[in-house]
């Protein structure tokens, strides 16, 4: 099983930025958890950080061409106007979940909507860090299910 982290804008500032909010753990240890996850699943997961829209972009559109078999995005701030992100998701038709480590529904009032969510299977917010590992066992879970429903 092949999936894809994507982290948008700001998450490579991870234990820098608005620590009381996303925590103070850095991207490092966030990159690491996921490797570990992999390790411990068997599979086989890409990460990707961007802070430019167009960046993000092309990498959802390499995803198409590589084999990817879901994808786990962290928009970032693009997950609330970037309707090119929302675009790109969307013509990619393999399991998608979105992944906010606060819970944007519980923060500012231009944080509640998602314009990329109604793109995406799912969507995890509000579990810190660990957000990114249930996203990786509902990915799991849906991509086995698929695979048997399709023999």
Do not use: W
């Amino acid at each position: 099983m092949k999936l894809l982290v994507i982290n948008g804008p700001n998450i490579n500032f991870l234990g820098i930025r608005e620590k009381g909010i996303y925590g103070q753990e850095d991207y490092d240890y966030l990159i690491q958890m996921i490797k570990e996850k992999a390790e411990k699943e068997k599979i086989e997961i890409h990460t990707f950080q961007s802070n430019f829209e167009g960046g993000i972009i092309d990498r959802i559109q390499q995803a198409y061409f590589d084999e990817t078999e879901g994808i786990i995005i962290n928009p970032g701030a693009y997950t609330h106007y970037s309707y090119a992100v929302r675009d790109a998701l969307a013509s990619v038709e393999i399991p998608k979940i979105e992944v906010h480590i606060s819970n944007i529904h519980k923060r500012e009032e231009f944080r509640h909507t998602s314009v990329t969510a109604p793109v995406c299977d799912a969507q995890i917010a509000g579990l810190g860090l660990y957000g990114y590992c249930a996203a990786i066992d509902a990915m799991i879970h849906m991509i086995s299910k698929k695979e048997n429903n399709t023999r």
